[in-house]
């Protein structure tokens, strides 16, 4: 005779208490792991406390001053751990593959891939970006005519139907000069050693509202500063500089992602420093955009 009824009750998970214990058992802080989470630190205590009554044991010990697992949640956190972490990434996995769409999306670039956003990418299902490199002077075109879907391009940007996703990466200012230069010998540059140097600006339509942040008229001190010669890109400018006595303003980023031993890099305190911004148009969004950014949010940390 068979039976029917009702099966074995599965115990339910305190899924909450588990995730907000996973990251305490990282952060150490109850502050942190708040913030972390979004929510307040009233409420990590009381789901830690609520925890605690489900284990039947202290998983933490608080004192004034620290925070640190006891054995039971030493334990607990081995397995928890590793687990919600697994979860995070098939969840990110599924939705990134349900978000993307038949083509690619396309990424726009100015001066390099650095390590953040290249992670990022990392982070999409393979296949599902596609890189396109940006002309120095020629920063929201591409994305304006729908040639792009997302640009990571020198800041400001303050052209219509552009949005503007995050603002990353502040950087000093840097002058590139030949080895055999005079200035080569230097520590740094002064404002006053800029305005006696010609540099080369980027060529190309971007507005003056954004040249007068990446190729300023004047320093800080107010040294006005003197463009003799044009680029279409960074590379093609560092070229330049390494066959003559020109000088080329790049932030210290760039320094590091094109170091070549014919040309030396000097910081320039006297000039403002950059940031990167991440574009989506406003009237067409790729399904993937909010992920790239979340995962380059992730990766900024």
């Known amino acids: 005779m068979s ?33 972390t989470l979004g929510i307040s630190q009233g409420r990590v205590s009381q789901l830690i406390k609520r925890l605690e009554i489900r284990v039947g044991a202290p998983v933490f010990e608080r004192t004034s001053r620290r925070v640190e697992l006891t054995a039971v949640g030493r334990a607990l956190a081995d397995e928890v751990v590793p687990a919600f972490r697994r979860l995070h990434e098939g969840f990110d996995a599924a939705r990134a593959s349900a978000l993307a769409t038949d083509r690619p999306m396309r990424v726009g670039f100015q001066c390099a891939v650095y ?15 596609q ?43 840097f002058l590139a000069v030949s080895g055999t230069h005079r200035l080569a010998r230097g520590s740094h540059v002064s404002g006053s050693e800029l305005s006696d140097l010609e540099l080369i600006e980027p060529l190309g339509p971007a507005p003056d509202y954004w040249r007068q942040v990446n190729a300023p008229k004047k320093t800080r001190g107010g040294h006005e500063l003197t463009y003799s010669a044009g680029a279409g890109t960074i590379q093609e400018a560092l070229s330049t500089v390494a066959s003559s006595r020109l000088g080329l303003l790049l932030c210290e980023a760039s320094t590091r992602y094109v170091p070549r031993p014919d040309i030396r890099y000097l910081p320039a305190p006297d000039l403002e420093p950059t940031t990167l911004l991440v574009l989506r148009s406003e009237r067409k969004q790729h399904g993937l955009a909010d992920r790239f950014a979340e995962l380059l949010v992730k990766n900024l940390r």
């Open 3 to 35: 039976h029917t009824g009702p099966g074995p009750t599965i115990p339910e998970l305190p899924l909450q208490a588990l995730e907000c214990f996973s990251v305490l058992a990282h952060q150490l802080h109850f502050g942190r792991t708040a913030e």
């Open 115 to 129: 390590e953040p956003v290249a992670r990022a990418i990392a982070g999409l299902p393979e296949g599902a970006t």
């Open 131 to 173: 890189l396109v490199e940006l002309s120095w002077g020629d920063p929201f075109t591409h994305l304006i005519r729908g040639e792009i879907d997302v640009a990571i391009v020198l800041a400001p940007c303050r052209e219509k139907g552009l949005h503007p996703m995050l603002e990353f990466s502040r950087q000093p200012m």
